[in-house]
């Protein structure tokens, strides 16, 4: 059984041991499961744009061919060289096509990208409980990973951060190591032909990713989309976000558009009401939807939703997770109905 930990899967990721021939990669942080599945798989050959070499089979286009990843794992080089399989564990069961891979070592190894796995599932027991093979999970940038995250990102473009710039990066950036690398590339590429990226440079391009994550959920819920509203409220608790706070941020935003939405009953233009609002000129556009999809009365409704919802978040708060999204819904589905009423 190997389930590597901190420091041991860095070391990892940078030079797979040869001695476990499938390599499990899994956790909530998709961004992050990504990333280390794919440097994994590149160190694994030569030529990782030969497709030769490292071959890619995603679950889902599987269908009931059970045997396809076994013949891939065992079968020789056309060229000779080294070659490994990348397989994309997506939403289909597909352990039937996996389980000769913990059985009897392949002949070329392979990495398994997967989601969040429950400690008991099949493949995750499967990965912990072989002695060829090793599981490595991924969860949420902690602070202290953040520097090496922003070290290797910079230092990919010839950059570095001076001491001011990097403490500024990591109080922008949250805990989603796919939106963080997104916005340290789009750092990267505002400081091109620099050599040094100062806190000038951060404070003109770097958008605080947490403060994002919470608009986005916000817009999400006022405008119906409970799909999204759902992932982006799920990213936040897992971020470690109190679900006291998102309510309380939704009631603002609740309150900001009941005055809004007054005072263009009032006949105030539209463009006036938002910039009285002080709404971020990226979020013009949802704002302006969610005037538009909420009457006075549908927002004093959405008002006294949320206020009930603080109040039994408060009163208990082992369910406060629960209630959170329980408001989030019941908004959504709201706006939905309202935009369904509009057509």
């Given at each position: 059984?190997?389930?590597l930990?901190?420091?041991?899967?860095?070391?990892?990721?940078r030079?797979?041991?040869?001695?476990?021939?499938?390599?499990?990669v899994?956790?909530?942080?998709?961004?992050?499961?990504?990333?280390?599945?794919?440097?994994?798989?590149?160190?694994?050959?030569?030529?990782?744009?030969?497709?030769?070499?490292l071959?890619?089979?995603?679950?889902d286009?599987?269908g009931?061919?059970?045997?396809?990843?076994?013949d891939?794992a065992?079968?020789?080089?056309?060229?000779?060289?080294s070659?490994?399989?990348?397989?994309?564990?997506?939403?289909k069961?597909?352990?039937?096509?996996?389980?000769?891979?913990?059985?009897e070592?392949?002949?070329?190894?392979v990495?398994?990208?997967?989601?969040d796995?429950?400690?008991?599932?099949?493949?995750?027991?499967?990965a912990?409980?072989c002695?060829?093979?090793?599981?490595?999970?991924?969860?949420?940038?902690?602070?202290?990973?953040?520097?090496?995250l922003?070290?290797?990102?910079?230092?990919?473009?010839?950059?570095?951060?001076?001491?001011?710039?990097?403490?500024l990066?990591?109080?922008?950036?949250?805990?989603?190591r796919?939106?963080?690398?997104?916005?340290?590339e789009?750092?990267?590429?505002?400081?091109?032909?620099?050599?040094?990226?100062?806190?000038?440079?951060?404070?003109?391009?770097?958008?605080?990713?947490?403060?994002l994550?919470?608009?986005?959920?916000?817009d999400?819920?006022?405008?119906?989309?409970?799909?999204?509203a759902?992932t982006?409220?799920?990213?936040?608790?897992?971020?470690g976000?109190?679900?006291?706070?998102?309510?309380?941020?939704l009631?603002?935003?609740?309150?900001?558009?009941?005055?809004?939405?007054?005072?263009?009953?009032?006949?105030?233009?539209?463009?006036?009401?938002?910039?009285?609002?002080?709404?971020?000129?990226?979020?013009?556009?949802?704002?302006?939807?969610q005037?538009?999809?909420?009457?006075?009365?549908?927002?004093?409704?959405?008002?006294?939703?949320?206020?009930?919802?603080?109040?039994?978040?408060?009163?208990?708060?082992?369910?406060?997770?629960?209630?959170?999204?329980?408001?989030?819904?019941?908004?959504?589905?709201?706006?939905?109905?309202?935009?369904?009423?509009?057509?």
């Amino acid at each position: 059984m190997t389930a590597l930990k901190g420091a041991d899967i860095e070391r990892f990721v940078r030079k797979p041991d040869p001695r476990f021939r499938v390599i499990l990669v899994y956790g909530p942080d998709a961004g992050l499961v990504h990333e280390r599945s794919r440097a994994i798989a590149r160190a694994l050959v030569e030529n990782p744009d030969d497709a030769f070499q490292l071959s890619r089979i995603d679950g889902d286009d599987l269908g009931s061919d059970t045997t396809r990843i076994f013949d891939e794992a065992n079968t020789l080089g056309l060229f000779g060289g080294s070659r490994a399989l990348w397989v994309r564990y997506g939403s289909k069961n597909i352990i039937a096509a996996l389980e000769s891979l913990f059985k009897e070592s392949p002949l070329n190894p392979v990495v398994i990208e997967a989601g969040d796995l429950a400690p008991r599932h099949a493949l995750r027991s499967a990965a912990e409980s072989c002695a060829h093979a090793a599981a490595l999970p991924c969860y949420a940038d902690e602070l202290r990973d953040l520097p090496r995250l922003i070290e290797e990102v910079l230092g990919e473009a010839g950059l570095k951060a001076n001491e001011d710039a990097r403490a500024l990066i990591v109080a922008s950036l949250g805990a989603d190591r796919l939106l963080s690398r997104r916005e340290l590339e789009k750092l990267a590429l505002y400081a091109q032909g620099k050599s040094l990226v100062t806190a000038e440079d951060v404070e003109a391009v770097l958008s605080d990713a947490s403060q994002l994550t919470s608009d986005m959920l916000t817009d999400a819920v006022f405008i119906g989309d409970a799909t999204n509203a759902d992932t982006l409220l799920t990213r936040s608790l897992r971020e470690g976000m109190d679900a006291g706070v998102i309510i309380g941020g939704l009631l603002r935003h609740a309150i900001l558009l009941s005055r809004s939405r007054l005072a263009m009953d009032k006949g105030q233009a539209i463009a006036d009401v938002e910039k009285q609002a002080r709404i971020f000129f990226k979020r013009s556009a949802a704002f302006r939807k969610q005037l538009m999809l909420w009457s006075s009365a549908a927002l004093d409704t959405a008002i006294a939703t949320l206020g009930e919802a603080q109040a039994a978040a408060r009163r208990q708060a082992s369910l406060s997770e629960s209630t959170v999204s329980r408001a989030c819904l019941t908004l959504a589905l709201a706006a939905r109905r309202a935009e369904s009423q509009r057509r």
